[in-house]
């Protein structure tokens, strides 16, 4: 190798690290590219393939992903080829049935040592094999209450990425990429390395601190602070729903002005906004996990499940039973 091009935060004199990719079926193709388009990255600053990947299946085949687009497989678990760090990258929607094999293969490369990682839905397979118990993870926001439900035990974060120990968790879109950033800027990677990829990757650095944005907030609230902040205590307390008069108290404001925020902005009354709020709430309880009726509205602050269809019909134009089966259906 031409030592000129040796830097002294040694990111040339790096190891090579082997990662293990397993895909399920109707896995996410984003979640996917922005876990292995940064090791091709560091690649290309170290200057050699320091960082290598497999793509895997159970069966060897190519796999399907939600968008329709077929990925072919390198490799099947079956072959049991250790790695050091392998990652489950999940469907949507996660698949009702247990998986035996996908749990035995995780448990063997636990067994040799390997670091264990979810993306996207990927970390509900660590959790049902039990390589999560003791470690924080997280997931998507939208599967996150299912996870909890499942395995009470865990411990869920509602955060962009997990690194517990030996344990790497991240929830969907993008972030895999801050996953895999920070894991390239830890030993064996180098300090500066994660730096350098992302700057190749034209983003930005985001702390594992950082919340998953999955609300009104995203689309309006970093327009105005204020609203920014009556979204958030709507999102914070919806068992027991705040008065309007109640949150403009909270934020030191008139109700006239709160009002005109909501109607200049999402056109909108604050109390509308409220409702679609816990309404939308709703219906990812009713998709995503198993409770009843009478705990989701309990959950989303309606005293009567007959006051709670009403609504969710307006707003969905289908009653919530209905639209759970719908939903199911449609897995």
């Known amino acids: 190798m031409d030592n000129s091009h040796i830097t002294p935060d040694g990111i040339h004199d790096l190891r090579v690290t082997t990662f293990g990719f397993l895909l399920v079926k109707d896995f996410s193709l984003i979640g996917l590219s922005t876990a292995v388009d940064p090791l091709r990255i560091a690649n290309m600053v170290v200057g050699r393939k320091v960082y290598t990947f497999k793509l895997l299946s159970q069966d060897g085949q190519a796999v399907t992903s939600s968008d329709g687009i077929t990925v072919v497989a390198e490799g099947s678990i079956a072959d049991n080829e250790v790695f050091n760090t392998v990652f489950v990258v999940g469907p949507n929607p996660i698949p009702q049935t247990r998986n035996t094999a ?8 636990d067994s040799k040592g390997a670091a264990l990682g979810g993306i996207d839905t990927g970390s509900y397979y660590l959790a049902r094999a039990g390589l999560l118990d003791g470690y924080r993870c997280t997931i998507h926001w939208e599967d996150q209450d299912l996870l909890v439900e499942r395995f009470p035990k865990l411990i869920v974060t509602n955060r962009l990425y997990e690194a517990d120990r030996k344990r790497y968790t991240c929830s969907g879109g993008v972030a895999p990429l801050d996953l895999m950033v920070h894991l390239l800027s830890q030993p064996p990677g180098s300090r500066n390395l994660g730096s350098r990829v992302l700057e190749l990757l034209v983003a930005e ?7 998953q944005r999955a609300s009104l907030r995203q689309y309006h609230g970093s327009e105005l602070p204020k609203l920014e902040e009556a979204l958030q205590l709507m999102e914070s307390n ?36 409220y409702m679609e709020i816990r309404l939308l709430r709703a219906r990812q309880l009713l998709y995503r996990t198993a409770k009843p009726l009478e705990e989701v509205c309990a959950s989303t602050g309606f005293v009567s499940t007959t006051h709670f ?18 939903y199911g259906t449609r897995l």
Do not use: G
């Open 205 to 211: 650095k985001r702390s594992h601190e950082q919340r």
């Open 309 to 326: 269809a009403t609504k969710y019909k307006a707003q969905f134009q289908v009653s919530p039973i209905a639209d759970r089966k719908l």
């Open 238 to 273: 919806m068992e027991e729903p705040l008065s309007i008069a109640e949150l403009a108290t909270y934020l030191a404001v008139s109700v006239r002005q709160l009002e005109r925020w909501f109607h200049e902005r999402l056109n909108k009354t604050p109390a509308q906004a």
């Open 102 to 109: 996908i749990t035995r293969w995780l448990h063997y490369q």
